[in-house]
Nanobody, 131 residues
């Protein structure tokens, strides 16, 4: 059974940092792209960052580029999202997601992640940035 469990959210002041974790089970990162998404109240879920299993390339939404960094620890089957210089507009529920990326599907992660590209989702973790 595929499971994704996020952690690390919380309340932080503007300019602060947080590191989110997403621990996966039931699959490995060898053939799955991993994405981070967020959803603010009353807004659509949007892609934040993703990392490809093909070559480890990472991609970021314009709003977070230069402030967020995605990384993986394959031994722990965990993906991280290091968030720095946080702004109030970064507030929302953050989700990690996974999708198969293999010889059949080809590369999926080739730009900022899109919701409809991902099949497996975690339950989310709340990030609140106070002004």
């Amino acid at each position: 059974e595929v499971q994704l469990v996020e952690s690390g959210g919380g309340l932080v002041q503007t300019g602060g940092s947080l590191r989110l974790s997403c621990t996966a089970s039931g699959f490995t990162f060898d053939d799955h792209a991993i994405g981070w998404f967020r959803q603010a109240p009353g807004k659509r879920r949007e892609g934040v960052s993703c990392i490809s299993s093909v070559d480890g390339s990472s991609y970021y939404a314009k709003a977070v580029k230069g402030r967020f960094t995605i990384s993986t620890d394959n031994a722990e089957n965990t993906v991280y999202l290091q968030m720095s210089s946080l702004k109030p507009e970064d507030t929302g529920v953050y989700y990690c997601a996974a999708t198969v990326e293999d010889a059949y599907t080809g590369r999926v992660a080739s730009g900022p992640p899109q919701v409809n590209e991902y099949d497996y989702w975690g339950q989310g973790t709340q990030v609140t940035v106070s002004s």
